[in-house]
Each structure stands twice: as C-alpha cells, then as structure tokens.
Nanobody, 123 residues
Framework: QVQLVESGGGLVQAGASLRLSCAASVRTFSNYAMGWFRQAPGKEREFVATISWSGASTYYADSVKGRFTISRDSAKNTVYLQMNSLKPEDTAAYYC????????????????WGQGTQVTVSS
C-alpha cells in the first residue's frame, strides 16, 4: 500500500513560482514511477509530468514543457514539481500519483493517488 500526501499549493500571481511536494509512505519508493496530474473545474484530469523510478527519465505535457520540472529525492521518499512562470490556465487541483514499473502518461495507469493540492494563479 502506498500513501501519498501533496503540499505546496497556494494562490499566486501570474509569472510567479511554486514548488509542490509529494511525500510517499512506502517501503520501496524506488520501485515506483511517479506522476503529477491536474484537474480544473469542469475538465478531465490531465497529465502534467512523470519521472521514472531512477529519476533518469522525465516527460512533460507540452503545455508545461520548459516551465515545470519534476524531480525526486529517494532519501526523503518525495517527488517535487517546480512550477515557474505560472499562468492563469495552470489553475487546478494538482495530484501526485504512483505506479510500479515504467512511466506512463495516462491517469488510468496509476494505482495510487494523493488527495490533491490546489494551485490558483491570478492574472
């Protein structure tokens, strides 16, 4: 069983930065690929970024490429999402997710989810 707890969301102005954290309660964090997804009101949950179990491979949605960076710290069982140059369209609830094995960009491929943290970007 994997428990995920996100933190770091908030209300910021356009152009600002935020760093989201996701702490995982799991014995073998390195067995899991990790992903970030987001969901805005009235929209489907969408892929943001994912990182392999080793941290060597990362993938991003086109909408965040060049602005967001995903990373992981195995010593802390934590995955991060550094978000720079935030835009109003980034406003959403952000969710951390975990799956055994290789990275995937579909939410259906992830087995464990956090409760989400809200990010609101004002114009």
């Amino acid at each position: 069983q994997v428990q995920l707890v996100e933190s770091g969301g908030g209300l910021v102005q356009a152009g600002a930065s935020l760093r989201l954290s996701c702490a995982a309660s799991v014995r073998t964090f390195s067995n899991y690929a990790m992903g970030w997804f987001r969901q805005a009101p009235g929209k489907e949950r969408e892929f943001v970024a994912t990182i392999s179990w080793s941290g060597a491979s990362t993938y991003y949605a086109d909408s965040v490429k060049g602005r967001f960076t995903i990373s992981r710290d195995s010593a802390k069982n934590t995955v991060y999402l550094q978000m720079n140059s935030l835009k109003p369209e980034d406003t959403a609830a952000y969710y951390c997710a975990a799956r055994r094995g290789i990275t995937k960009t579909s939410a259906d491929e992830y087995d464990y989810w956090g409760q989400g943290t809200q990010v609101t970007v004002s114009s």
